[in-house]
């Protein structure tokens, strides 16, 4: 399961609590760092802001190049989350399959 951005080292549980503060991807990520280092943690950062999964299994290269672009276009938008892991979902989520 993955939990946490590793190049930051922050939770997605903070992702989600700043999330459901109001503020935006692209005003987390300038907050906490997140999806600025290698780049792995921003389709499970998706995950979290779409679902309010905060421990999410591993995502298949096509479920993270999926979301990776969802997550650019959220960014370049300086996009509100929305979904319902803005508004407090669950810890589970992802699409359980396996890279």
């Not at 650019?72 to 938008?77: E, P, S």
């Amino acid at each position: 399961m993955v939990s946490r951005c590793v190049c930051h080292r922050v939770e997605f549980s903070e992702i989600k609590r700043l999330a459901q503060e109001g503020l935006s991807i692209a005003e987390i990520s300038e907050r906490t760092k997140c999806c600025t280092g290698c780049g792995l943690c921003r389709a499970y950062v998706y995950v979290v802001l779409t679902t309010g999964a905060t421990s999410i299994p591993v995502l298949s290269r096509g479920a993270s190049a999926e979301y990776d672009a969802r997550l650019g276009a959220m960014l370049a938008g300086g996009g509100a989350p929305g979904g319902p892991g803005a508004a407090g979902g669950s810890s589970g989520g992802g699409d359980g399959s396996k890279a």
